[in-house]
């Protein structure tokens, strides 16, 4: 649903921003951070915080500033290093060309690495001018504005009371019921893998500030947040809404009513209702979206790791009876169906993300009989076929340069699949066992005529002595 923030405010809503939304101005590029900071300080006497936050920013900002500054020192190799990948990439394929007995493959090779040559000398000239370099490396003069917007919100007094440790105590046994439910009760629990002791519950921690402080004050909430996984947020049809547990516990707990916005939302309705102006550059960073790159690279994500899944044996299978002693060789992959991807950790350039995908699959297994005394070969049978249905979970882990447009970047450098629940829809056996016609020792079948086949009438290759020869 629109809204604007500015209505909002001057209708007595309060803002309040969780940990990350502070923090992530220092990973911004010099310009979009500039556009960050003037968006908090146009509504920042509207701001209230978390004693939650406070500590978890004071905690960490002087670490974030720090790798901003080098980061920025650095974007001139970073610029580089993308032309040397590039390039590399580029003259691997004449490699393939070669191979394959193209001509004047050298010539090819000698005018790309030229113009290559080319390319890297422009940011390297580019670079060259020192005042141009001190000016990007040094775009806060070296003042850390962030700490100041912080600094002045504690100085006025719009911190929230702290959390006493008795409240700590009993926000982390609860926390561990909530956690515990089928399903899981937002929000925090897709911290618990990840995190130890009372640092698991931190989001639960600062929601319950949140509550206790709606409910005293009788305030309604503008809540920022740049955690956009599933403990905060839930995927409608393709549009990102708040945690409707997380809307009807807020309105059950304290009667008042909470907007809940991601970071880059919020300060592109701040730019529109407070009239702050934004560059090009900070237009086309407030377009690009998570959904967007879901768009491009979930295909290659799925090819990727294809492989994986097929040979993956009962890993991702849900136990069934009906399975074979010896298991199941392959999975072939009938049909998949792109479900949803969210963003769920972000250090520095590094953005993981993980994909939801829905499986169907066949297979064949056979139960294992032992050896045969002579020859030692493994005797198998009777087979079965089987069809599975369910969903998949892939970590993607992407590099995004926050300095140079990505907007059609859809590269991303691994994919591992970290869960999977596959159900069998579908069994039938190869074998009745009811079958008028018995064959001793029989261990498989043959795919032209139907016969079961053992060790007298094994052709080999899987065919019986009859078809055999037709192969």
């Not at 139907?450 to 002595?465: A, L, Q, S, W």
Request: hydrophobic fraction near 35%; glycine fraction near 6%; include cysteine.
């Amino acid at each position: 649903m629109p809204v604007n923030i500015k209505e909002l405010i001057d209708n007595g809503y309060i803002v309040i921003c969780d940990t990350n939304v502070y923090l992530h101005i220092y990973r911004f590029s010099p310009e979009f951070s500039d556009f960050a900071l003037r968006c908090m300080q146009a509504i920042q006497s509207d701001i209230i915080m978390p004693s939650t936050v406070r500590y978890e920013f004071l905690k960490h900002y002087r670490g974030y500033f720090s790798k901003m500054e080098k980061r920025v020192q650095n974007v001139g190799d970073d610029t580089k290093k993308q032309i040397s990948n590039a390039a590399r990439k580029v003259l691997n394929l004449c490699d393939n060309l070669q191979s394959l007995q193209y001509p004047d493959i050298e010539e090819l090779r000698a005018n790309l690495s030229q113009k290559f040559d080319e390319l890297m000398a422009i940011p390297e000239a580019f670079f060259e001018d020192r005042t141009i370099l001190d000016l990007i490396a040094n775009p806060w003069k070296g003042q850390d504005p962030v700490y100041d917007l912080v600094e002045l919100i504690i100085n006025d007094s719009r911190v929230m009371t702290s959390v006493t440790q008795e409240e700590i105590y009993q926000i982390c046994e609860e926390g561990e019921r909530r956690y515990k439910t089928d399903p899981q009760t937002p929000p925090g629990f897709k911290d618990a893998k990840n995190k130890d002791g009372v640092r698991k519950y931190s989001d639960l921690i600062m929601w319950k500030e949140i509550l206790r402080y709606a409910r005293e004050k009788s305030v309604n909430v503008i809540f920022v947040t740049d955690d956009v996984k599933s403990d905060w947020w839930i995927d409608d049809n393709g549009q990102r809404e708040f945690h409707p547990y997380l809307c009807q516990e807020f309105q059950r707990e304290t009667q008042m009513q909470i907007v809940a916005l991601t970071a880059l939302d919020f300060f592109s309705n701040i730019s529109v209702t407070y009239g702050i102006p934004k560059s090009d550059a900070v237009e086309i960073a407030l377009r690009i979206t998570d959904d967007d790159y879901f768009d491009r690279v979930h295909e290659a994500v799925f090819e990727s790791i294809s492989d994986a899944l097929s040979f993956s044996g009962e890993e991702y299978l849900e136990p069934s009876s009906h399975i074979g002693t010896n298991g199941i060789d392959e999975l072939e992959i009938t049909e998949y169906e792109f479900l949803s991807a969210e963003q769920v950790d972000r250090d520095n350039d590094t953005i993981t993300y993980v994909f939801t995908f829905r499986i169907e699959a066949d297979a064949t297994s056979f139960d294992y009989w032992g050896r045969d005394d002579e020859t030692k070969q493994i005797l198998l049978g009777p087979a079965g076929a089987h069809s599975f249905e369910g969903e998949i979970q892939v970590e993607v882990i992407r590099e995004a340069d926050m300095y140079l447009d990505f907007e059609g970047d859809d590269g991303f450098e691994k994919a591992t699949i970290i869960d999977g629940k596959l159900k069998e829809t579908n069994f039938q056996p190869l074998f009745e066992t009811d079958d008028d016609e018995y064959v001793e020792g029989a261990y498989n079948i043959c795919p032209d005529c139907g016969c079961k086949i053992n060790f007298e009438n094994d052709g080999g290759n899987g065919f019986c002595v009859n078809c055999a020869p037709n192969h």
